[in-house]
T-cell receptor, first 115, second 112 residues
């Protein structure tokens, strides 16, 4: 059973460009979570999605960031007009259901560098 | 903000047991205690979780204090592959909350 897949693993963008990060959850998982990790810090929750629905985006910056999880295909985290402060590792996790009992399965992350 | 407190770093010798402490003095009755670890350049990996009773699985053991204000993750025989950052996280079972609030964790160094 393949784990959570993220691509690309490394992404370099110049300031002002757009970054698109993709996440394919584990088979059978319909819940996706995005986290951001700055260097030497813990992960910070960004957004929680189910198929075609954003459930909680309380951790998303108000501007330039958006996320989607369409009926078909991977979940996408989109960052418009990137700035140097967006440089970080972005992790996606999935779970078969919501709730506090079961674990989330994390992908290997996408490391975004803004030059 | 994270509701747990962990030492920044710890060292252990290979093949010896490791006890990673976590303080959570403001824990509520419905908070589950989760442990994850993050190996270098990888995403976090689930280790173990519990509510009140001690828990064992193939990776580790979780010892929970009687008052639940602290817990200890026990690796019975540390290997070099256990070198990672270990996160202790509380998650509220009553509200069904799903988001993990990560602190800075404990960086475990395993000496050969």
């Amino acid at each position: 059973n393949a784990g959570v897949m993220q691509n690309p693993r490394h992404l370099v963008r110049r300031r002002g460009q757009e970054a698109r990060l993709r996440c394919s959850p584990m088979k059978g998982h319909s819940h996706v979570y995005w986290y951001r990790q700055l260097p030497e810090e813990g992960l910070k929750f960004m957004v929680y999605l189910q198929k075609e629905n954003i459930i909680d985006e309380s951790g998303m910056p108000k501007e330039r960031f958006s996320a989607e999880f369409p009926k078909e295909g991977p979940s996408i985290l989109r960052i418009q007009q990137v700035v140097r402060g967006d440089s970080a590792a972005y992790f996606c996790a999935s779970s078969p259901g919501q709730g506090a009992f079961g674990e989330q399965y994390f992908g290997p992350g996408t490391r975004l560098t803004v030059t | 903000d994270a509701k747990t407190t962990q030492p920044n770093s710890m060292e252990s010798n290979e093949e010896e047991p490791v006890h990673l402490p976590c303080n959570h003095s403001t824990i509520s009755g419905t908070d589950y205690i989760h442990w994850y670890r993050q190996l270098p350049s990888q995403g976090p990996e689930y280790v173990i979780h519990g509510l009140t009773s001690n828990v064992n699985n193939r990776m580790a053991s979780l010892a929970i204090a009687e008052d639940r204000k602290s817990s200890t993750l026990i690796l019975h025989r540390a290997t070099l592959r256990d070198a990672a950052v270990y996160y202790c996280i509380l998650r509220d079972g009553a509200s069904g909350t799903y988001k993990y609030i990560f602190g800075t964790g404990t960086r475990l160094k395993v000496l050969a």
